[in-house]
């Protein structure tokens, strides 16, 4: 199993449209194939910042979700919002 956290450096202004746009896809991205859990947390701070907490059954059904045809029209809307580049990070159980 993959557990993936992605740190989301939202501008401020945009949290309400990120949030929506989170809401609105949140179940698609749930029913691609090993997606196994998906949650949008945000930063106690006044930061802006959020985070994706996601797990995947393995890397292949993460990499088949991220060349998606629907990661492809989703990424922009979700890449306007930021304020900084995003992190990920993978972590895979041992």
């Not at 501008?11 to 746009?21: A, G, R, S």
């Not at 059904?61 to 998606?68: N, T, V």
């Amino acid at each position: 199993m993959i557990t993936r956290i992605v740190w989301l450096p939202l501008q401020v202004e945009k949290t309400v449209e990120f949030e929506l746009l989170f809401s609105s896809i949140k179940n698609k991205i749930l029913a691609f194939e090993g997606c196994l859990h998906l949650d949008l947390l945000k930063d106690s701070g006044l930061s802006g910042d959020y985070f994706t907490y996601s797990i995947w059954r393995s890397q292949q059904d993460l990499e088949r979700y991220m060349s998606s045809a629907f990661f492809a029209e989703i990424w922009p809307q979700a890449k306007a919002c930021f304020r900084n580049r995003a992190k990920a990070w993978s972590l895979h159980k041992v």
